[in-house]
């Protein structure tokens, strides 16, 4: 019997530390990017019923989340929100609206001219009409209406996060 066989030797260096992938020589223990991903789908429950959902935005805190333009979605393994920091075309009350970012293109792609979502704000709920054209889209008539009620300036940042389908929270972020 050789060193490698009886496991007294130094066959391979890799084995003494923890947790590594490389010292586990059978297929079914090495993961695959896409394994990884199934096994943070089984790790947590992230299904909303409508009720849930509404619960939340009337207890929902601010987070301050730093540095965030778009935040993944463990649930399907897209992008499920988005951050716009207000410009004056957004605030100015000429229905200039804000673009949904093309990242979460899975999500809207199913919308058309005359789909109406609702934006929660402060647990004010506002009517907006989405403006599509090919992978864009686009807040459009109740986006001012929706400005107002919230009283939002130029300049703060804004996080959109799609709940449930027709449904997005809309929070400020510091």
């Known amino acids: 019997m050789d ?10 260096e890799n084995e003494d530390v923890p947790g590594n992938l490389l010292a586990q020589n059978n297929d079914e223990d090495v993961f695959e990017v896409n394994d990884v991903t199934i096994l943070e789908n089984e790790q947590h429950d992230d299904s909303l019923a409508v009720n ?3 619960e939340l935005d009337e207890n929902e805190d601010e987070e301050e989340i730093v540095g965030v333009n778009e935040q993944f979605d ?3 393994g897209g992008i499920n929100s988005f951050v716009v920091t207000l410009k004056r075309s957004h ?14 293109y899975e999500l809207y792609k199913g919308w058309d001219a005359n789909t109406i979502v609702i934006l929660n704000y402060r647990g004010e709920k506002s009517e907006v009409v ?4 090919k992978r864009s ?7 001012n209406d929706f400005i107002r009620k919230s ?7 804004l ?16």
């Open 3 to 12: 060193e490698a066989e009886d496991g007294n030797g130094d066959e391979d």
């Open 52 to 54: 849930d959902v509404m």
């Open 74 to 76: 463990v649930t399907g």
């Open 91 to 104: 605030v100015d009350e000429k229905c200039h609206g804000v673009y949904c970012s093309t990242r979460c």
């Open 130 to 133: 989405v403006q599509r054209k």
């Open 137 to 143: 889209c686009r807040f459009g008539k109740g986006w």
């Open 151 to 157: 009283k939002l300036r130029e300049g703060e940042k």
């Open 159 to 174: 996080e959109f996060r799609f709940h449930i389908p027709y449904n997005i929270q809309v929070s400020k972020i510091n």
